[in-house]
């Protein structure tokens, strides 16, 4: 049975910092692709950054400079570190995973449908 959660959501000023993670397992962690996405109320989920297996990341534009993606691959987990945050940064935050790595960064890694693993979201505030 495949489990994704996520935790570390929460409120912060702009300007400030959180580190948000994914625990997984019912997969083989060490392979997949791994990928943060976020989605605000009204809004289309987006992707916000992704990670292969070697630990290769891409981002989006508006993040690039104030993200990092990272894995664990022996504690089946995933973080993304947030620094400088914006109010437009505020949304719920999902980790996704897909099993092929041929796949994984290339020009399509923010297409939500090629993702077959979803957990339950956990939530960022920025307030200005």
């Known amino acids: 049975q495949v489990q994704v959660v996520e935790s570390g959501g929460g409120s912060v000023q702009a300007g400030g910092s959180l580190n948000i993670s994914c625990v997984a397992s019912g997969f083989d962690f060490s392979t997949a692709c791994m990928a943060w996405f976020r989605q605000d109320s009204g809004k289309e989920r987006e992707g916000v950054a992704i990670i292969n297996a070697p630990g290769g990341s891409r981002y989006a534009d508006s993040v690039k400079g104030r993200f990092t993606i990272s894995r664990d691959n022996a504690k089946n987990t995933l973080y993304l570190q947030m620094d400088s945050l914006e109010p437009e940064d505020t949304a719920m935050y999902y980790c996704?995973?897909?099993?092929?790595?041929?796949?994984?960064?290339?020009?399509?890694?923010?297409?939500?449908?090629?993702?077959?693993?979803w957990g339950q979201g956990t939530q960022v505030t920025v307030s200005s």
């Open positions: 996704a995973a897909h099993t092929r790595p041929r796949y994984c960064r290339d020009d399509y890694w923010r297409t939500v449908s090629r993702y077959d693993y």
